[in-house]
């Protein structure tokens, strides 16, 4: 199962960031080499460039658990 993790600002204070963390293999979700994002758009960027994923993992699965606001 994938969980959205709101970092706030721990990585840099007064950045907000966020992560995915997979549960069934117990670790952190990395696309395009990243593993956190400050926005959403920064998000969807590396996941598409993660051909992978892009076709094992709809977008739409990581839209419904974001908790940011509403993405279009």
Not at 19 to 32: G, L, P, Q
Not at 50 to 70: D, N, V
Request: contains cysteine; glycine residues 6%; charged residues 35%.
């Amino acid at each position: 199962m994938i969980r959205f993790i709101d970092l706030g600002d721990q990585i840099l204070e007064g950045t907000k960031s966020f992560a995915w963390f997979d549960t069934v293999i117990d670790k952190f979700e990395t696309f395009n080499g990243c593993e956190t994002w400050e926005t959403w758009e920064k998000f969807e960027e590396d996941f598409k460039a993660e051909k992978f994923h892009y076709t094992s993992k709809p977008l739409e699965r990581y839209k419904r658990l974001f908790q940011w606001g509403k993405v279009k």
